[in-house]
């Protein structure tokens, strides 16, 4: 706990704009905060100066459990042709605020991230030590039944800063709602809607409960295939022996970057060749195969050769987060938790679709009775629900299941299940060597005042990159190793997090800059002497 003198010079105020990362303190800095004799100095902490405007609180919204009673089914044409109106309206709104704001966003200062864990607006509150020390782990405390299991908000959050997210859980038992993310999620649910029309069904069993989330997924599947567009689809999985459940906000055919696309598809090319590029282009009159089979994408596509089915679409993830700021976050570590987002997001959905996650795991982590019958009131409220404006495809041969038939077809978790796979295997492609999910993923960032759109931001999927952090954050969940405060780089984020004031974390940290100065200005004088 930090010692404040009451009378003591302030500490010098730091701006963000000084350095590479808007954090970090040069030499005189540290010399002028200890220049003190060692005997009077207290413990004072450096503040950055922080622009409210610039850097936000991290916000995440809880995607641990859809807590819904209802049926979520395609909207009418009309609605979903007016929101794939608006994504390629965006596309075109986008390219050119690029245009507009090229140099403005590139040397735009650091702000806070995508939308991770909030905790409340810029409040100094102390971290109270806990008066029985609990030696139980994270998830052990947080995470084990009867409490919720992991989400993959537990999972990313900490990448903003996991001491941020351990003094969450352990003050409030949770990150607190606040009005932030309460806008967040509003503008969230105008975005779903745009897309799903929700049906109420009566569950009276804890089997009901998760066959209602199947089926919506289930649902959410077929819109996709339907439209070119589902959003808010449930992702299940086993994620180091620890089941993690999570929401992707927006799953879709069309591509938000082609360019990109493009150079991560050749980049990965390049590797399977082993670094050798590919040959040079062809001459002007010589076509492709890209000629004859068009719309190429991703690699799973450029593998089919012909078959009795439409060849496999390549599908889009898109996360979409809220800012009060007008600006992108910067690239790094502000970006951090929104990639570990994403590629967990994608890695959950390739799970389900090459039908590797353990059932039996996610209906023993419930309590659940996988071969129980679905209640009858459960069974008779989806029977009366016509799914037919959810199933119309493309597909050839395709025919519409009697909903009242296909509800007591698949009257069990464990039927409902393998059912769900199978629809997953009709919508997305997966062989050991590709599959129709595209490598891209893409962060949508909207204003929270108004939901319109400030930019994207899109990388590449990189297995070895998320499965490492994984690992690492599933060792602290499993106490395996201890609790890590941000960087030194990214300290800037001290600055706006309410447990700054006693953060054990800080106030090492300027120990050991205390040190460090101190080793400094006694390696000055043995230098001056020897003069």
């Given amino acids: 706990m930090a010692v404040h003198g009451p009378t003591q010079q302030p500490a010098p105020t730091i701006d963000?704009?000084?350095?590479?990362?808007?954090?970090?303190?040069?030499?005189?800095?540290?010399?002028?905060?200890?220049?003190?004799?060692?005997?009077?100095?207290?413990?004072?902490?450096?503040?950055?100066?922080?622009?409210?405007?610039v850097v936000e609180e991290p916000i995440l919204p809880d995607d641990a459990e859809p807590q819904t009673h209802s049926l979520r089914l395609a909207r009418i044409r009309e609605n979903l042709e007016a929101a794939i109106r608006d994504l390629d309206g965006v596309a075109g709104e986008l390219e050119q605020k690029r245009e507009q704001h090229k140099v403005e966003i590139e040397y735009e200062r650091e702000e806070e991230f995508f939308a991770a864990v909030e905790v409340e607006e810029v409040k100094a509150t102390s971290v109270e030590p806990e008066s029985v020390i609990d030696t139980r782990s994270p998830l052990e405390r947080f995470r084990t039944k009867p409490k919720k299991p992991l989400s993959v908000t537990d999972l990313v959050s900490p990448a903003w800063c996991e001491l941020q997210y351990w003094y969450s859980l352990t003050k409030y038992g949770r990150v607190r709602r606040t009005p932030a993310m309460k806008q967040g999620s509003k503008i969230h649910k105008e975005k779903e809607m745009e897309v799903h029309t929700e049906v109420p069904v009566e569950i009276a069993t804890k089997e009901d409960r998760l066959g209602l989330r199947l089926w919506n997924i289930i649902q959410g599947l077929r819109t996709l295939r339907t439209t070119g567009l589902t959003r808010e689809l449930e992702v299940l999985g086993v994620?180091?022996?620890?089941?993690?459940?999570?929401?992707?906000?927006?799953?879709?055919?069309?591509?938000?970057?082609?360019?990109?696309?493009?150079?991560?598809?050749?980049?990965?090319?390049t590797a399977r060749n082993g670094g050798k590029k590919q040959q040079a282009s062809l001459p002007p009159d010589q076509r492709t195969m890209n000629d004859f089979?068009?719309?190429?994408?991703?690699?799973?596509?450029?593998?089919?050769?012909?078959?009795?089915?439409?060849?496999?679409?390549?599908?889009?993830?898109?996360?979409?987060?809220?800012?009060?700021s007008k600006t992108l976050p910067k690239s790094g570590s502000q970006m951090r938790p929104t990639q570990m987002q994403l590629m967990l997001y994608r890695r959950l959905l390739h799970a389900l679709a090459a039908n590797e996650v353990d059932a039996e795991k996610i209906f023993e982590r419930y309590d659940l009775e996988p071969q129980k019958p679905f209640s009858d009131v459960f069974i008779a409220g989806m029977g009366s629900i016509d799914f037919s404006a959810s199933q119309h495809s493309d597909e050839p041969m395709a025919s519409d299941p009697d909903p009242v038939e296909e509800i007591l077809s698949y009257n069990t978790l464990s039927s409902l299940w393998a059912h769900m796979i199978a629809e997953f295997a009709r919508t997305i492609s997966v062989t050991p060597l590709s599959s129709s999910i595209s490598p891209l993923l893409t962060a949508e960032f909207r204003a929270a005042s108004d939901g319109a759109v400030i930019g994207r931001r899109s990388f590449a999927f990189e297995e070895g990159v998320i499965k490492g952090y994984v690992k690492d954050e599933m060792r602290w969940w499993r106490g395996e190793r201890e609790t890590k405060g941000v960087d030194v780089e990214e300290a800037f984020k001290c600055g706006i997090c309410e447990f700054s004031e006693g953060c054990e974390w800080r106030v090492g940290k300027v120990e050991e800059a205390r040190v460090r100065a101190r080793e400094r200005g006694m390696g000055m004088r043995r230098g001056r002497g020897k003069i």
């Fill in 239 to 269: 994620v180091e022996g620890e089941v993690v459940v999570g929401i992707i906000d927006e799953v879709s055919y069309y591509c938000p970057d082609y360019e990109m696309e493009q150079s991560i598809l050749e980049a990965a090319e």
């Fill in 16 to 53: 963000p704009a000084d350095s590479d990362y808007g954090s970090d303190l040069d030499n005189d800095a540290w010399d002028a905060i200890f220049s003190q004799p060692p005997e009077s100095q207290p413990t004072i902490i450096p503040q950055l100066k922080i622009e409210e405007s």
């Fill in 293 to 324: 089979f068009p719309g190429g994408g991703s690699t799973s596509q450029n593998l089919w050769l012909g078959t009795l089915h439409q060849p496999p679409k390549t599908l889009y993830l898109v996360d979409i987060k809220t800012r009060n």
